[in-house]
C-alpha cells in the first residue's frame, strides 16, 4: 500500500471517528455537561483538584444513580489553562451541543461569556466567583453565583477580624493589607474593601502580584514588612497562594492574621509551607475530608474502580470537595429542571430554571449524602443569583485544614446596595443590554 | 510639589531612616538578581552557539525540576536523581541536536527560533503526561539544604538573610564564573564563537557543529535544572515556573544577547532596580510596578547602548 493512500486512510477514518463522537455528544438521550477544566498551566494546582472533584461526583451518579432522572449525563471537559481566549474557544465549541450549564472556573472567563450567555441560552455557574454584581437576578437572569459571591466573602473576612479585635468599632486605626493577584479576580473585592475602610475607620494598604510574579512576591512581603498591616487578607490563585505562604511566615508575619478567601485554602496552598504555615486561615464553604456517605460513594463507584484521575492521597482534599460541592449544584439544577419541565433530557434554558429555583436545606443535604458537608443554600430566587449564604473558617494545624469557626454571615446591609448599584453601572455601560424576559418559577 | 517630595526627597528618607529596610531590599534583589542572570544565561549561551533565541529555556527549568522531584518522590534518593536528572538533560540535548537542529543546518534563525517553540510544546505535553500539572515539593533538606534564615541585627532594625536564599547565590555565582571561564579560556569556548558567527565558516575548518550544539545545550539544561531547583524551592515546582523565564528577557536586552558578564550584570541591575523601585516608589503608583519596571530600565539603557551593556557592536556596511 503507497504511503499515501495510508495517510488518506487514516484521514478518513479520523474523520468519520470525530463525526461518531460529535453526534454522540449532541444525542438527545443524555445530558450534556461541558465541565471547563484546567489540568495544565501556571494555574494547575488550583484546576486539577477541582476539576477532580467535579468530574468524580458526576461520574458517580451516572456509576451509582444511572445518572439523573434515568438519563445519563454526559461529561466532557474543555481544557482552557485558565486562559480567558481558551474559555471563549471552549464555549464556542461546546454551545451547539445543547449544554446544560457552563462552570468557567476563572473571573476572567466569566466577564467574556456574561454577555454571551442569554444570546445562546446557556447559564453560567460561576460558583463563589466572577462578577458579583451577577448576583442581581433581574439584570442577570442567566448567571448565577451561589452561595455567596467575592463582596461576601470580604465581608465575612472583615467581620471575623473584627470579632477578634473585639468588635468591629475596634478597627478604627488598624491596618489591613490586601495581597491579591493583580487581574479581574483579584481586583473584584477592592470597591467594597475601600467602602469598608471608609465605613469603620480602618486603613487598607494593597499589594497587587501580577502573574509572572507569582513565584517571587519578595517585593511584595518586604513592603508587608514596612508596613506591619495589622491584618493581611489574600485574594490568591494558583501558585500564588503556596508562595504567599512561605513568604508570609519567612518574614515573620504571625499567621493567624493572614486570612485567604475560600479559593486561597486549598491543601496544596498549605502543605508547601508545612508547619511554618501553622495557623494561616481561609474560607470555606464546603466540607473538609471524606466522612460523607456521598464521598464515599465517589471512592467505591469512581476512584476504587479507576474512572477518577486523582491522587489517592489528595482525594476528598479542600478543593476536590469544592469541585464536587459545585457539581452537587449542576446535579440540583438539573433535577430541578427536570421537575419544573417533565422532561428528561433538559437543556440550558431548563437548567437556568433549576438554578434559580435551587433550594438545598440542612435536610436535603443529608439526603443527598452530604450531612453537615456545607451551610444551606435556601437564599436562592429570581432577584437573588447568589444566595449570600455564609462560610467557615477553617485554619491549617501544620497538616491539615481544621475548621475553627461556625458559619459566618455575611453583611448583606452592606454589600446588597454596592450590587445593585454595581449591577446597574454595568447593564448602563452595556448598550443595548437585553431587559429580563424569562418567567420566574417558585423555588422547589 | 507634594508629588515632586514624594518621588525625589521621601524615599531618601525613608532610606536613612530605616536602613536595614534598605539593605534587606538590596540582598532580595541580589538573589533575585542572580537567579535572574541564571536564566539569563540559559538563553544566552544558546543564543552564542546558534543565533537562535531558545524560547524552550523556560520549559526546560520546569522539565529538569520536574524530573529531578519526580524521581525523588519514586523513592530515588537526592543524589542519585540528581546525576539521573543530568543524564536526562543530556539526552535531552543530544535528542534535540539529532531530531531539530541537525535537520535545520543554514536555515534562516527564524525556522530555528519557530523549532524551538516545536521543543516548548512537546516538553509541556510530555511534562504533564509523565509527571501531572499537580504541584511538588522541592526536597531541599534531602540534599543537605537547611531551610531558616540568618536574622543579623544590623543598623537598628534586623536583616533576614534566607538559608536557601545564600546557597542560592553562592551556587549560582560559582556556576556563572565557571560557565565563563569555560566558554572563554577554552578550545569549546573559542569553537562556540566561530559557530555563532557562522556555521558554514565554522564547518569549513573542522568544527564539528553538532557537539557544540550538543554542549551548549546542556549547558543551558544544566542552568535550567539549577535554576528550577532554587525557584521550587522559592515556591513549589510547577508549570507555573516556565514564567519565570519572562523575567529573563529584561536581562538580556540590558545585558545584550551575547555576553555571559552581560547576564550577571543585567541580572543584578534588574534584580535590585526593580526590588528598589518597588519597595520605595511602587505605593506612588498603586505598587506592582516589578512587572514592568525591569523593561522600563531596560528600554533607558538602549537609549545608549542599543545592543546592551556587554553585546557586541554592530557594524554593517550600508
Known amino acids: ?284 464553604f464546603s466540607g473538609l475530608g471524606s466522612n460523607y456517605p456521598a464521598i464515599q460513594d465517589i471512592k467505591k463507584y469512581v476512584v476504587d474502580k479507576g474512572k477518577s484521575q486523582v491522587e489517592k492521597d489528595k482525594f476528598a482534599d479542600t478543593f476536590y470537595n469544592r469541585g464536587v460541592y459545585n457539581t452537587v449544584l449542576v446535579a440540583e439544577a438539573i433535577r430541578n429542571a427536570q421537575k419544573l419541565t417533565g422532561k428528561k433530557v433538559v437543556v440550558g434554558e431548563d437548567v437556568r430554571r433549576g438554578l434559580e429555583t435551587l433550594h438545598i436545606t440542612e435536610a436535603r443535604w443529608k439526603e443527598l449524602g452530604f450531612p453537615g458537608f456545607a451551610g444551606p443554600l435556601t437564599g436562592i430566587s429570581c432577584a437573588d443569583h447568589s444566595g449570600h449564604q455564609g462560610a467557615y473558617m477553617q485554619q491549617w494545624d501544620g497538616d491539615k485544614w481544621v475548621k475553627v469557626s461556625n458559619l459566618i454571615e455575611p453583611m448583606k446591609d452592606k454589600v446588597e446596595p454596592l450590587l445593585q448599584d454595581a449591577a446597574k453601572e454595568y447593564v448602563d455601560k452595556a448598550t443595548g443590554w437585553p431587559k429580563r424576559t424569562e418567567a420566574c418559577d417558585k423555588a422547589m | 510639589m507634594d508629588i515632586l517630595y514624594s518621588i525625589f526627597i521621601d524615599p531618601f528618607v525613608q532610606m536613612a531612616q530605616a536602613p536595614d529596610l534598605f539593605v534587606q531590599t538590596l540582598w532580595d534583589g541580589l538573589v533575585g538578581g542572580m537567579l535572574y542572570a541564571l536564566i539569563a544565561l540559559g538563553f544566552v549561551l544558546i543564543f552564542k552557539a546558534s543565533g537562535v533565541f531558545n524560547f524552550a529555556q523556560g520549559i526546560m527549568v520546569v522539565f529538569a525540576a520536574l524530573t529531578l522531584v519526580g524521581l525523588h518522590d519514586a523513592g530515588v534518593p537526592a543524589f542519585l536523581a540528581l546525576l539521573i536528572t543530568i543524564a536526562v538533560m543530556f539526552a535531552l540535548a543530544f535528542t534535540v541536536e539529532r531530531v531539530v537542529l541537525r535537520p535545520l543546518v543554514n536555515q534562516p534563525d527564524i525556522i530555528l527560533f519557530m523549532a524551538t517553540f516545536g521543543i516548548t510544546y512537546f516538553l509541556i505535553g510530555f511534562g504533564e503526561y509523565v509527571f501531572g500539572g499537580d504541584p511538588k515539593v522541592m526536597p531541599v533538606e534531602d540534599f543537605g539544604l537547611e531551610k531558616g534564615a540568618y536574622n543579623i541585627k544590623m543598623l537598628g532594625g534586623l536583616v533576614s538573610l534566607q538559608k536557601l536564599d545564600i546557597v542560592a547565590v553562592i551556587v549560582a555565582s560559582a556556576m556563572v564564573a565557571g560557565l565563563g571561564v569555560f566558554f572563554s579560556k577554552t578550545r569549546i569556548g573559542r569553537a562556540l564563537r566561530a559557530v555563532a558567527d557562522s556555521h558554514s565558516a565554522a564547518l569549513s575548518v573542522g568544527i564539528s557543529l553538532e557537539q557544540i550544539w550538543v554542549i551548549v545545550w546542556f549547558a543551558a539544561g544544566l542552568v535550567a535544572l539549577v535554576t528550577g531547583i532554587f525557584w521550587g524551592a522559592r515556591s513549589d515546582v510547577s508549570f507555573a515556573l516556565e514564567v519565570i523565564a519572562l523575567k529573563a528577557l529584561p536581562v538580556l536586552i540590558l545585558g545584550g544577547f551575547t555576553s555571559i558578564p552581560g547576564a550577571i550584570a543585567g541580572g543584578l541591575i534588574i534584580g535590585v532596580g526593580e526590588k528598589l523601585a518597588e519597595f520605595y516608589w511602587g505605593p506612588l503608583v498603586g505598587g506592582g510596578t516589578d512587572a514592568w519596571f525591569a523593561y522600563v530600565i531596560a528600554l533607558v539603557f538602549l537609549l545608549f547602548r542599543p545592543q546592551g551593556l556587554f553585546g557586541e557592536k554592530i557594524i554593517e556596511r550600508i
Open chain 1, 1 to 284: 500500500m503507497k504511503v499515501r493512500q495510508v495517510i488518506m486512510g487514516v484521514a478518513c477514518a479520523g474523520l468519520v471517528a470525530t463525526a461518531i463522537y460529535a453526534s454522540k455528544a449532541q444525542a438527545a438521550d443524555d445530558i450534556y455537561v461541558p465541565l471547563f477544566t484546567y489540568r495544565t498551566g501556571p494555574y494547575a494546582n488550583s484546576g486539577i483538584p477541582i476539576a477532580n472533584g467535579m468530574h468524580d461526583y458526576l461520574t458517580m451518579l451516572n456509576e451509582r444513580d444511572g445518572g439523573i432522572g434515568g438519563v445519563k449525563l454526559n461529561v466532557e471537559e474543555c481544557e482552557t489553562g485558565y486562559d480567558t481566549k481558551k474559555g471563549v474557544e471552549c464555549w464556542e465549541s461546546v454551545k451547539s451541543k445543547n449544554p446544560t450549564v457552563v462552570n468557567p472556573f476563572s473571573t476572567g472567563i466569566t466577564l467574556q461569556l456574561i454577555p454571551k450567555a442569554s444570546v445562546d441560552k446557556i447559564p453560567i455557574l460561576s460558583m463563589a466567583y466572577g462578577l458579583s454584581a451577577a448576583a442581581v437576578g433581574k439584570d442577570f437572569p442567566w448567571v448565577f453565583n451561589p452561595p455567596a459571591t467575592y463582596w461576601d466573602g470580604l465581608s465575612m473576612i472583615i467581620k471575623y477580624i473584627g470579632e477578634k479585635e473585639g468588635g468591629l468599632a475596634k478597627l478604627k486605626g488598624k491596618t489591613i493589607g490586601y495581597i491579591f493577584l493583580d487581574a479581574g479576580y483579584g481586583r473584584e473585592p477592592i470597591p467594597l474593601l475601600e467602602q469598608l475602610a471608609k465605613d469603620y475607620g480602618f486603613n487598607v494598604k494593597l499589594y497587587p502580584v501580577a502573574g509572572k510574579e507569582m513565584q517571587d512576591q519578595s517585593s511584595q512581603w518586604l513592603s508587608v514588612r514596612r508596613d506591619r498591616p495589622n491584618w493581611m487578607v489574600m485574594w490568591g490563585w494558583g501558585a500564588m497562594n503556596p508562595t504567599a505562604v512561605k513568604r508570609a511566615s519567612e518574614n515573620g508575619y504571625p499567621m493567624d492574621h493572614f486570612i485567604g478567601v475560600w479559593w486561597s485554602g486549598s491543601d496544596d496552598d498549605a502543605r508547601g509551607g508545612g508547619k511554618a504555615a501553622k495557623g494561616y486561615l481561609a474560607l470555606n
